[in-house]
């Protein structure tokens, strides 16, 4: 009996200090919640509402404005496409900083989710000899022509497949998305993806408030942390909702196309019967969603 | 004697004073770590220093993140992995080189096990240490585990990886506690438990580095790795590096304990290690040949290791740094002469093992992500933190190792055992 109580206070006191411990660190219920939180692919509706709900009012607190955060899944009959006109392309770069607002990529420490390569006409399609730094007062330049790059969302991904943890997948809609807190950040996907498409948040990610794009997806543009790994996910909080991504509407000279790839009557299917297409190292067979074709 | 109803030609089954035997084994095993000459606590306290110096960059990285490395989204994989990948070859070199010492005789086998065992125990530590460092959320490592995380087994090599190391820790410290335990109780140690399980770790031995080189084989992205000469590669180096240490640490052993090993023994270990580096010169000729010869874009890589592309020739240093200290060892290692002399022997040793540390370090890494996939260069060198880092892991590891051979030694050849226990209780 004695040993009994002994055992029981001995326990009482090791939470009291395992607690207090986690309080000295700064912790909360709300992030032992969220440190215990399971892949998001294996959560119920129920616990995925929950969480998007602690979320929403989480970067309430932070921010002082009012979030929605959708875990809206694939709609059934959609399997999303890209095509980009190469003849149309000026290399302005446009679609890089609307992509970073509408994504909430952080400033600083930089992040850029679409990569505009400037390669010599002469080469045609030459990586060893591309640039993505160019900078000058004018594009197009001359001799020039211009392939912006960001994830091809193949329909065969290499980084899906070496994960580690099963953090990324493939939805059913055809969206390669990251779940930020399954991510452990070993960056195995980052040395498997051909198309440099995956960026990882090396320091603390920093998004200023009065910037930050309210409008949110769980799987898309919410926050980032610390050492995970993000990536374009075709603005999933948009074209879910039936809107064109946001590179698609900011592209000045329309040479972006976006479109359900099962609908026979979409432009993408459009593109893809009436004119030639190729995608990026298709030696690879990593099978691209994202098509290049010239319109002109 | 409390043991004495239990077989003697076996060891493994319980003792009832276990439990009090266990605190006094423990309490005796810390008196001994902590006694020594002056040499060994000047060894300590360099280690210590290095400890603590290096801790605190590594505190800076935890704090601030990865940002710290010099790693960027283009060099994504750099020096920790690159340590990770050496050490994993010296923790299998380790167990290896039980083949030659069963199949020569050589006389201390049961030492050299016991010895190699527990430097594959350590590193395999080590090894798990510079993945902790390099991932990005350390703390989320259980979301790799089956059951309770979402294993992607058998998909990711990395958990591959993850598991044949888990597996060769459990093995090498479960047969190197249970020999050296037999031998603290002066039992026979029972060897229809024992012979299969170092049978079974000398496959695992080479599974651990295959499985490594197929982490970065299995990718077609990185040309660079993509080339099946990999795995043979690395399994060749390993087999220079690896036995470095031990070359070493056999002599040290064999001037301060009771430790027997005929020179006869340590110029075969030599010999060994001329035909792994000439396996491996042959490989690397093979694989250069092709890549210059053919003169395809994927030439650019090797190119950026041996001569920079352009201005950014940081990294010619370090490879040739490598190739000259490593032609160096194998032309020591290769003259009779010079491998049977004990000096030029064990520059030798140093220099192929400083050459493999940095070939896996930098240049096995490095060129894999420059230029990388876009065709951008990114010139990487490893930053303060990240070498501050690397250098408390490896001064841990050190740390642990001397202790565990300390206590080996003392149990091997200072009548550490039971009775020495009892009669100073």
């Known amino acids: ?296 | 004697m409390a043991f004495s109803a239990l077989d003697k030609n076996d060891c493994s089954k319980p003792d009832k004073k276990f439990d009090m035997n266990f605190f006094r084994f423990l309490k005796g095993s810390i008196k001994i770590i902590l006694k020594g000459n002056k040499a060994y606590y000047i060894w300590l306290a360099f280690l210590l220093l290095l400890v603590l110096w290096g801790g605190y960059g590594y505190f800076g990285q935890l704090r601030f993140g990865l940002i710290k490395s010099h790693m960027r989204d283009s060099v994504s994989w750099a020096f920790y992995i690159g340590n990770f990948t050496f050490l994993v070859g010296v923790a299998a070199a380790a167990i290896m080189l039980v083949i030659p010492a069963y199949v020569y005789n050589w006389k201390p086998i049961k030492e050299i096990v016991i010895f190699g065992e527990l430097l594959a125990v350590c590193a395999v530590i080590m090894c798990i240490s510079f993945i902790v460092v390099d991932i990005g959320n350390p703390l989320r490592f259980w979301h790799m585990l089956p059951i309770v995380g979402t294993m992607n087994f058998p998909s990711s090599m990395l958990s591959w990886d993850f598991f044949v190391l888990m597996t060769y820790l459990l093995l090498n410290s479960v047969v190197v506690t249970y020999l050296l335990y037999c031998v603290f109780y002066k039992k026979e140690y029972n060897k229809k438990f024992v012979l299969p399980l170092v049978l079974f770790s000398i496959p695992l031995a080479v599974g651990i580095h295959t499985v490594t080189a197929f982490l970065y084989n299995a990718l077609p992205a990185r040309v660079f790795w993509n080339s099946a000469l990999l795995a043979p590669r690395f399994l060749a180096s390993a087999f220079c590096s690896g036995p470095a240490i031990l070359l070493i640490l056999f002599q040290i052993l064999r001037k301060t304990t009771k430790f027997e090993i005929k020179d006869e023994a340590i110029w075969r270990i030599a010999e060994l290690m001329v035909y792994a580096m000439f396996i491996y010169l042959f490989f690397t000729l093979a694989e250069l040949f092709k890549e210059f010869y053919s003169g395809t874009e994927h030439i650019l890589y090797w190119k950026y290791l041996l001569f920079g592309i352009g201005e950014n020739r940081e990294i010619v240093v370090y490879s040739w740094a490598s190739i000259i200290m490593g032609f160096i060892a194998f032309m020591l290692f290769l003259i009779p002469k010079t491998r049977k002399n004990f000096v030029t022997l064990n520059i030798g040793a140093v220099f192929i093992y400083a050459s493999v540390y940095v070939e896996k370090g930098i240049a096995l890494i490095i060129p894999g992500f420059t230029p990388d996939v876009l065709g951008q260069i990114y010139v990487y060198t490893p930053s303060l933190t990240e070498i501050r880092t690397a250098v408390m892991i490896f001064s841990l590891g050190f740390l642990l190792f001397t202790f565990l051979s300390k206590i080996a030694i003392a149990i091997i050849f200072d009548h550490y055992n039971i009775d020495s226990l009892r009669g100073k209780s």
């Open chain 1, 1 to 296: 009996m004695k040993k009994e109580k002994s055992r029981r206070s001995f326990l009482k006191n090791i939470s009291v200090v395992t607690f207090s411990a986690i309080a000295a660190t700064g912790c909360n219920m709300a992030s032992i919640d969220e440190f215990l939180q399971q892949n998001f692919r294996i959560l119920s509706k129920k616990e995925k509402n929950n969480i998007v709900k602690s979320l929403e009012a989480k970067y309430k607190e932070k921010y002082g404005k009012e979030f929605h955060v959708s875990d809206k899944p694939a709609i059934e009959g959609t399997q999303f496409g890209y095509a980009l006109d190469l003849s149309r392309c000026v290399g302005c770069r446009r679609c890089v900083y609307a992509c970073i607002k509408e994504n909430n990529q952080s400033r600083d420490p930089q992040i850029h989710w679409i990569q505009v390569l400037q390669m010599e006409k002469e080469r045609g399609i030459d990586f060893a000899h591309a640039d993505v730094h160019y900078n000058p007062e004018k594009v197009p330049e001359k001799g020039h022509f211009y392939i912006p790059v960001a994830c091809q969302q193949c329909r065969n991904p290499q980084c899906i497949t070496v994960c580690p943890v099963k953090a990324t997948w493939q939805e059913p809609d055809g969206i390669v998305v990251v779940d930020y807190n399954w991510c452990i950040g070993c960056r195995y996907c980052m040395a498997a993806c051909p198309y440099g498409a995956r960026h990882f948040n090396w320091g603390e990610p920093n998004v200023p408030g009065e910037e930050i794009n309210t409008e949110m997806h769980y799987l898309g543009n919410r926050p980032r942390m610390k050492g995970v790994v993000e990536k374009c996910t075709f603005c999933i909080q948009r074209v879910r909702e039936g809107k064109y991504p946001s590179c698609v509407e900011i592209c000045p000279v329309g040479a972006r196309k976006f479109g359900n790839l099962l609908d026979p009557e979409s432009e993408i299917r459009y593109i893809l019967e009436n004119k030639r297409v190729l995608v990026l190292k298709e030696e690879l067979n990593t099978q691209p969603k994202f098509y290049y074709f010239f319109g002109v």
